[in-house]
């Protein structure tokens, strides 16, 4: 089966190819800069006296002094900057003054656990979102637009629970869970870490369902709409009139090109679900980042909040451009 | 449009998978754990506790905050400690402030009361069964004054030659010498005879020279009757009974696993689950319902706490410059609602000292509500329409609870107040600068449970600084500067009580604070954990608690 528009050559292609990656990593770097100096800017901004800031109320004058002197704000505004600019380079993001250990030590240890809270979120809203929104679209497409009454109500309820899904916060949601699934019903774990492996797995379960609740909804929406249109498109019909069934016309035809939208958004939603992670970590006491910035928020400890911005923001450039570099791959109008 | 018709089957079916679904349960009005029936303590089992804070470090020398005082109380001894609790008479006056000589087998004071002598047992060992010296109490002490930033220097300062040490003029303090490895003496500059219950505190446990120059490690070298397993940071702290304890009567439990930054409604939900032994702080809607059970109400523990809660004012900053708009707003809130609020689990204050606490006048009457006398006040202090006020507190269930109980008060004489909430930490920053929210909730825990603790830290006019006061009434009277000063210094103890009584006077008077309660420490267990009750200094501490299941029941 042939694509719309053909592709070029091999070899074309896989110097389009990279130099995108050079272009977008260049990108990257430009965002990462861009989060640094802002981050430069609000320490700048800060009408308190920023070493106070950084080492704590408590914190005795020789300790100011020597945070004074680390981060060079006896000296002017440039050299501050070249300052900051450079710890930064070194990975040096400062001592938490709540726990006394080194900023980068604690988000290492904090990046894991919210990795694995995002990739299941992620694998359960790709892998739900995307077969509920092609089943949604085959639907629409084989009771028409408006539909009978009789299948309305499916089509409304449906509508009606993705609507909730997507505005319920997440810590109802995560409580609500709790609640039911694992005190009532005693199937999952009520909260925590869990041991590597199976434990793992089932303390996961409960914290990534309610991460991926709005998602789901969401994904479903969105591949709903796409493919609805795709269907409708020249190249879907051709392929139909070519002999394939509207099944794998459907899956193999309409829904990569609808997939390219949900690619992108997911890059760019790794920033929400991160800022997401606050409140499920919270609720199921899951000890990644958001829970540890949101404990670094409650006692002012700004070093450790100033690594996880910049941490996250470096986490939602890399995630765009994997999803880029994805999308490209997908619907070849975008490699053109 | 279409017509909406209900969606029938699916509404029935996800109804019926929830009501069958928690139908299969047992209700938990009775817990699920069932318990033996043995009459002395039994050894063995894990104990189970969840913290909504999380563990910031094991250093004793910087520790600091309540989940540390309960997860260092079982791994540190120190010379001297309070008694345990004994849980069949929580209540009895006093209870678990008595001092107990602890790594000391034997302490002296002389008569002027400036030097201690402490010598100590010769079988204190930390957990690798090496002897603890006096040159480790030594170190630990200096430890404290020198590092920048530990937050207990200021309580060592009486010593001779602390103040060099603080300031890094000195390397070791004059005050300590160590005339032999078993013996320990403090010089003191001036008599304080706080000294020992300052010595309970957790820096002032033996710490090796050689050990490293961060004890915040994961294993530090501990010496009391439980010793770290393993900590996963933000996860759980796993305690285990340390094999060289030399008192075996003090720890029976195999092992304590204490969960990090666990919320409080998600603790309740494990604790009815029977995934953990005890549940602590209750929300006043578990509380309520715990009472409602007949078979849960035996299982709530109680004990005091030192400490004290109410409103503070600015009596710098008006209207609060007057007295009689300070006493107006004492008289109009209802205490008796205020302690309903709280579950009943509270004795209203008529000051800051709490009941038990040395020096509180068990015979000085709060405030009583009198709304009426309150408008008066208001009216001859120039404020006949009322008063509009902003009331800074911070985000907490209870806070924000009591903080509505006395606005609706204060409304009824004509105070119009609006609740600003702020984030603990930043509340806690703004309301000790001179320009901050000059009216807010007060809270305050002690240090180490005497009147200086109290008194000297809320009230004495030292304690007033433009950088941030710890005296965050601002309140500077000589007349009460005088009274502590002397009482501080003061060896008899009768006399001191009798100088306290009066600081406790006119305090009552000039009423830099509603006077609001002192809080009950108030904890839910299973059936099985026996020898427990929530201890008034070190708070959670599990350390003599036994579990008593039923499986294996004689």
């Known amino acids: 089966v042939t694509r719309f528009p ?29 989060v640094i100096s802002v981050t430069f800017a609000m320490l700048a901004a800060i009408p308190a006296d920023p070493a106070r800031a950084i080492v704590g109320p408590r914190a005795s004058a020789e300790t100011l002094a020597r945070a004074r002197a680390a981060y060079c704000l006896d000296r002017d505004l440039a050299t501050r900057y070249g300052c900051f ?17 080194p900023v980068a030590t604690i988000l290492g240890e904090r990046a894991w656990p919210t990795a694995q809270l995002l990739l299941a979120a992620l694998a359960l809203q790709l892998g739900l979102g995307i077969p509920l929104g092609v089943f949604a679209a085959r639907r629409d497409r084989a009771t028409g637009s408006a539909g009978s009454a009789m299948s309305a109500w499916p089509a409304r309820l449906a509508d009606l629970g993705l609507l909730l899904a997507q505005s319920a916060p997440a810590f109802l949601v995560g409580t609500l869970a709790i609640y039911l699934v694992a005190y009532r019903l005693g199937w999952l774990p009520t909260s925590g870490y869990g041991t590597p492996g199976w434990d793992r797995l089932r303390h996961l379960v409960l914290p990534a369902l309610t991460q991926a609740a709005a998602g789901i909804a969401f994904y479903a929406g969105l591949v709903r709409a796409g493919v609805r249109e795709a269907i409708g498109a020249d190249f879907v019909r051709t392929a139909r009139a070519k002999g394939l069934s509207a099944r794998a016309a459907t899956w193999r035809h309409a829904l990569p090109v609808a997939l390219g939208p949900v690619i992108a958004l997911a890059g760019l939603d790794l920033g929400a679900m991160l800022s997401g992670t606050v409140l499920v970590e919270a609720v199921f006491a899951w000890p990644g980042l958001g829970r540890e910035v949101m404990m670094a928020v409650l006692s002012l400890d700004l070093p450790v909040i100033l ?25 070849p109008r975008v490699r053109e | 449009v279409v017509s909406a018709r209900p969606p029938a089957p699916v509404a029935l079916a996800a109804a019926l998978a929830i009501a069958i679904g928690t139908a299969c349960r047992p209700p938990d009005d009775v817990p699920r754990i069932r318990a033996g029936v043995r009459a002395t303590p039994r050894d063995g089992g894990t104990l189970r506790l969840a913290f909504n804070q999380g563990l910031a470090t094991l250093d004793p020398s910087v520790a600091n905050d309540d989940v540390s005082a309960a997860i260092l109380a079982p791994l540190y001894d120190t010379l ?32 002027d009361g400036l030097r201690y002598r402490f010598v100590l047992r010769a079988d204190a060992t930390y957990r690798d069964g090496t002897p603890i010296v006096a040159a480790d109490l030594r170190f630990a002490l200096e430890r404290a004054l020198r590092r920048p930033d530990s937050p207990f220097a200021a309580f060592l300062a009486d010593l001779v030659g602390a103040d060099a040490v603080i300031a890094g003029a000195a390397p070791t303090c004059a005050g300590l010498a160590t005339p032999d490895p078993r013996t320990l003496e403090l010089t003191l500059a001036r008599p304080n005879p706080a000294l020992p219950q300052i010595l309970t505190m957790k820096f002032a446990t033996p710490i090796r020279a050689d050990a490293p120059p961060d004890q915040t490690g994961d294993a530090p070298l501990t010496s009391g009757p439980f010793e770290v397993a393993r900590w996963d940071h933000g996860v759980a702290i796993t305690l285990r009974r340390n094999p060289h304890y030399r008192d075996a009567g003090r720890a029976h439990l195999d092992q304590l696993v204490l969960l990090e930054q666990v919320p409080r409604d998600t603790a309740f939900l494990m604790f009815l689950r029977g995934e953990l032994e005890a549940c ?19 299982q709530l523990r109680r004990g005091h706490g030192m400490n004290a809660f109410g409103a503070r004012m600015n009596v710098r900053v008006p209207p609060f410059d007057d007295r009689r708009v300070r006493q107006a707003l004492n008289l109009a809130i209802d205490k008796d609602h205020l302690r309903r609020v709280l579950g009943g689990d509270a004795t209203i204050a008529h000051g800051i000292l709490p009941p038990g606490l040395l020096g509180r006048d068990d015979a000085l009457a709060p405030y009583p ?19 509009d006020l902003t009331f800074a507190t911070f985000t907490d269930d209870e806070a924000e609870r009591v903080a509505a109980s006395m606005v609706a008060d204060l409304a009824v004489v004509g105070v119009r107040v609006r609740i600003e909430t702020m984030a603990m930490a930043p509340w806690q920053e703004a309301i000790r600068l001179p320009d901050g929210p000059p009216f ?15 008194l000297d830290v809320r009230f004495h006019g030292r304690a007033i600084s433009a950088e941030g006061s710890s005296n965050d009434s601002f309140f500077a009277d000589p007349a009460l500067d005088d009274l502590l000063d002397r009482a501080r210094g003061e060896l008899d103890v009768d006399r001191r009580v009798a100088l306290y009584h009066q600081a406790e006077r006119l305090l009552f008077d ?3 604070w509603i006077w609001g309660y002192h809080r009950d420490q108030v904890e839910v267990v299973q059936p099985t954990v026996r020898g427990y009750a929530p201890h008034p200094v070190w708070g959670r501490d599990f350390t003599t608690a036994w579990l008593d299941p039923a499986e294996d029941a004689p």
Not at chain 1, 6 to 15: A, F, Q, S
Not at chain 2, 369 to 386: K, M, N, T, V
Not at chain 2, 440 to 452: F, K, R, V
């Open chain 2, 280 to 298: 602590a702080p209750l929300t006043a809607p578990d509380l309520q319902w715990l009472l409602a059970q007949p078979a849960w109400r035996p």
């Open chain 2, 440 to 454: 807010s909730i007060a809270t305050w825990t002690e240090d180490y449970p005497d009147p200086t603790s109290f």
């Open chain 2, 369 to 387: 509500h009198d709304p009426a006398r309150a408008r008066a006040l208001l009216g001859a202090a120039g404020y006949p329409r009322g008063l």
């Open chain 2, 80 to 111: 001297l400690a309070f008694e345990p609790m004994d849980p069949d008479r929580p209540d009895a006056p006093g209870a678990g402030l008595r001092l107990v000589p602890q790594l000391a087998e034997r302490w002296e004071v002389s008569a």
């Open chain 1, 85 to 101: 600019v450079a710890r930064i380079a070194r990975g040096d993001l400062g001592e938490s003054f709540r726990e006394g250990r």
């Open chain 2, 510 to 512: 000039a009423a830099p």
């Open chain 1, 6 to 34: 053909t592709p070029g050559p091999g070899h074309v292609r896989r110097g389009r190819v990279l130099g995108r990656v050079v272009r977008r990593l260049a990108g990257a770097l430009v965002v990462a800069w861009l």
């Open chain 1, 307 to 331: 690594g996880a911005v910049l941490l996250g923001a470096l986490a939602v450039t890399v995630g765009n451009l994997v999803a880029d570099l994805a999308r490209a791959a997908l619907d």
